[in-house]
């Protein structure tokens, strides 16, 4: 009787043992997985910063910002061919004007 139970005893750890032996595998296979996750992450956002535009890109981009600049300078009400024009005085009155209304109206 004894020997059956120790017997059962070294059958009950070996079948611990095998569990704890299977659940170390799992986190070890999963802990890889993650660590390759974040290193392929990693390798994307270095590739991408990383990445020399090529001149023809930069070209492609250079004229839709020119046209931007135009498109806002000529559609501003207070544009002047001159950066250093008295007009930019003219919005600041504009935005004063504007504060004074509000204040008014609010009140």
Do not use: G, W, Y
Not at 10 to 20: D, E, G, K, R, Y
Not at 56 to 71: A, F, M, T, Y
């Amino acid at each position: 009787m004894e020997r059956f139970e120790s017997q059962r005893n070294i059958a009950i750890q070996c079948n611990l043992l095998q569990v704890s032996i299977e659940k170390k595998s799992i986190d070890l296979q999963t802990s890889d997985l993650e660590k390759i996750e974040k290193r392929e992450k990693r390798e994307k956002i270095e590739d991408f910063s990383n990445k020399k535009f090529e001149r023809s890109e930069i070209n492609l981009l250079e004229p839709i910002d020119v046209e931007l600049k135009k498109c806002s300078l000529s559609n501003h009400p207070n544009s002047a061919p001159s950066l250093f024009d008295d007009s930019k005085k003219n919005i600041f009155d504009e935005v004063e004007n504007f504060q004074v209304k509000l204040k008014k109206s609010s009140a």
